[in-house]
C-alpha cells in the first residue's frame, strides 16, 4: 500500500529563513505525491506534484519540492519564510493508477516568527 | 469557478438525530471524495465516487454513515443516529481525474454532535 510520512509533527523557523518540511514516501511502483497546505478554519489548498519528470518541482506561493528516488523523500521548500506561511501542511500519496485515493501524512504545523 | 461547495458550514446537533451534510464539485469534475478530520486521527478518507458512483467505501465508519451522489453536481454525507464521536470537520474534495490528479477541497463542514 502507498504511505506517506512526516517526521516532525512542528516546524518553527523565523520569517526570511528557508523553510524545509520533510516527507518520506513508501510506494510500490512510480508514485505520484503531492503537498497541501491548510490555513485555520480553512479546506486543504493544493499546493504543488510530483508525476514524472523533473525532480524539483515548482508550486503556488513560492514553494517547491525536490523528489529524492534514492532516499525516497519528497521534501517541501521554501527559500525565505512568510509569517503568512504559518500553517498545517501535508504530504500525501496518490494510489496508482487506475485508483484514485490519497493517503495523507499526519501533517506538520509550520510557525513561522517575525 | 466557485469551487467546491459545502453546506452547512457549522452543524451542532444532539445525540442521536440525523444529520445531512451536502456538497457541491468543481463543475466538471467526475470524482468526489468524503473526508473526515480530527484532531486524534487527523485526515482520513470516508467513501468516493467516481462518475456518480461508489469505488470505494471502506472508510466508512459503520452502516450509521452513508453517501450518495445523484447526479455529477451534488452529494449527501448522512449520519444516523449521529454521536458524539462523530463530531469532527467534515470535508468534500473533487478532482477531475485523466491527468489532473490533484483533489480541490471544499471548506468544511464542522459537525458538533452533543
Known amino acids: 500500500a502507498q504511505s506517506v510520512a512526516q517526521p516532525e509533527d512542528q516546524v518553527n523557523v523565523a520569517e526570511g529563513n528557508p523553510l524545509t518540511v520533510k516527507c518520506t514516501y513508501s510506494?510500490?511502483?512510480?508514485?505520484?505525491l503531492f503537498w497541501y497546505v491548510q490555513y485555520p478554519n480553512r479546506g486543504l489548498q493544493f499546493l504543488l506534484k510530483?508525476?514524472?519528470?523533473?525532480?524539483l518541482v515548482k508550486g503556488s506561493y513560492g514553494f517547491e519540492a525536490e523528489f529524492n528516488k534514492s532516499q525516497t523523500s519528497f521534501h517541501l521548500k521554501k527559500p525565505s519564510a512568510l509569517v503568512s506561511d504559518s500553517a498545517l501542511y501535508f504530504c500525501?500519496?496518490?494510489?496508482?493508477?487506475?485508483?484514485?485515493?490519497?493517503?495523507f501524512g499526519a501533517g506538520t504545523t509550520v510557525t513561522v516568527r517575525a | 469557478d466557485a469551487g467546491v461547495i459545502q453546506s452547512p458550514r457549522h452543524e451542532v446537533t444532539e445525540m442521536g438525530q440525523e444529520v445531512t451534510l451536502r456538497c457541491k464539485p468543481i463543475?466538471?469534475?467526475?470524482?468526489l471524495f468524503w473526508y473526515r478530520q480530527t484532531m486524534m486521527r487527523g485526515l482520513e478518507l470516508l467513501i468516493y465516487?467516481?462518475?456518480?458512483?461508489?469505488?470505494?467505501d471502506s472508510g466508512m465508519p459503520e452502516d450509521r454513515f452513508s453517501a450518495k451522489m445523484p447526479n455529477a453536481s451534488f452529494s449527501t454525507l448522512k449520519i444516523q443516529p449521529s454521536e458524539p464521536r462523530d463530531s469532527a470537520v467534515y470535508f468534500c474534495?473533487?478532482?477531475?481525474?485523466?491527468?489532473?490528479?490533484?483533489?480541490?477541497f471544499g471548506p468544511g463542514t464542522r459537525l458538533t454532535v452533543t
Open positions: 465516487f467516481n462518475n456518480n458512483v461508489p469505488i470505494d
Open positions: 463543475s466538471g469534475h467526475n470524482s
Open positions: 500525501a500519496v496518490r494510489e496508482l493508477p487506475p485508483g484514485y485515493k490519497l493517503s
Open positions: 510506494v510500490s511502483g512510480n508514485p505520484y
Open positions: 474534495a473533487s478532482s477531475s481525474g485523466g491527468r489532473v490528479y490533484e483533489q480541490y
Open positions: 510530483y508525476i514524472t519528470g523533473d525532480n
